[in-house]
């Protein structure tokens, strides 16, 4: 006779499977692991410490749909390209070259069905030929480029991929070059699939943080506190709903005050945010909205530099600001009935900037009403992300 033990479920099962019981109304972006962090057009998909971070997927619910472009590997040869008026486009082993007999911008594109405000990877392989200038674009005309995802100069090859949201219900990639007769450029693997879900994006790159690893071998995004951001592409509840935000972050020595996460709707009352400030030495967190702000830590608690879980749990009018697993201020101001309109980890968006100055190990959203119990449990695992014992 044999006999099966059943271990206990670690605090990341339980806690994957609380977020799993709310479906689609469930987020979670664990920058620890670095899985699911591109860089997006600064180069290609893998991502290394001190890389910036330009996407975030939704580890609950991001997916990516099917092919979109047809005969993107040119198999068919250009059958479905359109070509500009002085490029002459050839196809051998499945790789395009587009060649100008002209001068200028011109290249090869086709359209395909996109959905409005939906958000989409592109992928592009290149080999720079000759001495010239090549574009891959995507605009919701053919043969131009909006949306600038490859501008190369030198002579090479790679990779690259971006990501877009669309603007119109038919989209078109355009494989471009600048060049006088003669000069050409290769393309291949040209690939468009949906991103569903809630990914985190940055598209600016500028304003990326980047990916950093601690002492113990972690991975953290890490924003500078002066324009560094990561937006939520959607949030799918209204103020009026019940929701817990939890984060690990690591506080840096703030130069101002900042906001961890705010989500932003369009009433009365226009924000609630997870909000750290600075006084005579130390950080406080604070658990804001439009109508009231309130302290959440004392001048004898110095919590910069040293990895915290905060969470920002509603339930009915009740906020409840939680600092490592301990309620440290509550707030029942009614947030009315404004839908969310955008929301962002690192910063507050739209209303004003106020940028947080630290690192995010990880970092969840869920619509719907949590219990206590499943509240610590979500803050207990996330502390697991930076090595915090709660």
């Known amino acids: 006779m044999s006999i099966l033990l059943r271990g206990k479920k670690s605090l990341s099962q339980l806690a994957r499977a609380i977020l799993k019981s709310f479906g689609s109304n469930a987020s979670s972006y664990p920058f620890s692991t670095r899985q699911g962090a591109y860089q997006t057009s600064a180069g290609p998909a893998a991502i290394a410490v ?193 929701f817990c935000i939890t984060t690990c972050i690591n506080p840096g020595v703030q130069a101002g005050n900042g906001a961890i996460f705010a989500v932003v709707g369009a009433g009365a009352v226009a924000r609630i945010e997870l909000y750290v400030a600075v006084t005579t030495g130390f950080a406080a967190f604070y658990l804001h909205d439009d109508a009231t702000g309130i302290s959440a830590a004392s001048g004898a608690t110095d919590i910069r530099n040293s990895p915290c879980v905060v969470t920002l749990w509603k339930v009915g009018n009740a ?39 630290g690192g995010n190990y990880e970092g969840d959203a869920i619509k719907g009403t949590l219990t206590l119990a499943q509240v610590i449990t979500l803050e207990k695992a996330a502390a697991q992300k930076a090595g915090l014992v709660l």
Not at 192 to 198: A, H, K, L, P, S
Not at 325 to 352: E, H, I, K
């Open 50 to 242: 001190n890389d910036p971070i330009g996407l975030e997927l939704d580890a609950m619910g991001t997916t990516v749909g099917p092919e979109l472009v047809t005969n993107g590997d040119f198999s068919a040869g250009t059958t479905g390209w359109t070509d500009g008026t002085t490029a002459t486009p050839t196809v051998a082993d499945g790789v395009l070259t587009i060649t100008n007999t002209g001068s200028g911008v011109t290249g090869c594109g086709r359209g395909f069905a996109t959905v409005v405000g939906q958000t989409y990877v592109v992928n592009v392989d290149w080999t720079q030929v000759s001495a010239t200038t090549a574009y891959t674009g995507i605009d919701s005309t053919n043969l131009a480029w909006g949306t600038l995802l490859l501008d190369l100069t030198t002579l090479g090859q790679g990779k690259r991929q971006a990501i877009f949201k669309a603007t119109s219900t038919t989209t078109y990639v355009s494989l471009l070059q600048n060049a006088t007769a003669g000069q050409s450029t290769k393309f291949d693997n040209i690939s468009v699939r949906e991103i569903t879900g809630i990914p985190a994006v940055q598209p600016t790159a500028i304003n990326r943080p980047t990916l950093q690893q601690d002492g113990n071998g972690r991975f953290y995004a890490s924003f500078n506190g002066t324009n560094q951001s990561m937006a939520l592409s959607s949030v799918p509840f209204q103020m009026a709903d019940d």
């Open 319 to 357: 906020k409840y600001l939680r600092v490592n697993s301990v309620q440290v201020a509550t707030d029942s101001t009614v947030l009315g009935t404004a839908t969310f309109t955008d929301a962002a980890w690192g910063c507050l968006p739209v209303v004003f900037a106020d940028y947080f100055n």
